[in-house]
Each structure stands twice: as C-alpha cells, then as structure tokens.
C-alpha cells in the first residue's frame, strides 16, 4: 500500500493561488499514474481533480481547467497541485492518490477560499 501525505493547504482570497505537495511513501511512484481529488464542504465522495501519468500526459476536470496544473517529481516521489486564480467553489479538502494502485486516503490538506 502506498501512504500519501498531503500539505499546502491554506486560507485565501479569491484570485489567488496555492500549490498543493503530495508526499507519497510505500513504493516508488515513477511509473504510477496519480491523481488529485477534493471533498468539498458537506459532500461525502471526493470528486476527481485532474491526473498525471507516467509519461506527464495530465487530464482535468472542467470545473479547474485552465487553472490548475499537475505536475510530479519522481525523484522526491512527491506530486504537485499548482493552483491559480482560485474561487470560492474551490473550497475543499485536497486529497491525491495513485490511479494505478488505489490506496487508504491520507489526511488531505484543507484549501479555503474567502473574501
């Protein structure tokens, strides 16, 4: 099983931006397809937030193309979730985990997103 750490997360004005980190443990992620996904406030699924393969191919839902990009550092085993021009929908708790080996959550990151 893989251990995900997630951080970065913060209190933040409309507009602005965040980068979310994913710390992953357990094996080396560099031919895993990883992926974001979010909970927002009184949802109980986590909806999909974008993916990246092995190869850096990334796909994104609707909802933040254009404003968020996902990239990964296979030497520090961690993946990122740059995050711009944000919106107070965008409020949630970030989560990532591994499309090819599905694993326990880890404790997400909280992103909150207010004037």
């Known amino acids: 099983q893989l251990q995900f750490v997630e951080s970065g997360g913060d209190l933040v004005q409309p507009g602005d931006s965040l980068r979310l980190s994913c710390e992953v443990s357990?094996?080396?992620?560099?031919?895993?397809?990883m992926a974001w996904y979010r909970q927002s406030p009184g949802q109980q699924q986590r909806d999909f937030v974008g993916?990246?393969?092995?190869?850096?191919?990334?796909s994104y839902a609707d909802s933040v193309k254009g404003r968020f990009t996902i990239s990964r550092d296979n030497g520090k085993n961690t993946v990122y979730l740059q995050m711009n021009d944000l919106k107070p929908e965008d409020t949630a708790v970030y989560y990532c985990?591994?499309?090819?080996?599905?694993?326990?959550w880890g404790q997400g990151t909280q992103v909150t997103v207010s004037s």
């Open positions: 985990n591994s499309v090819t080996r599905i694993s326990p």
């Open positions: 993916h990246i393969t092995s190869a850096e191919a990334t």
């Open positions: 357990g094996t080396i992620i560099r031919f895993f397809t």
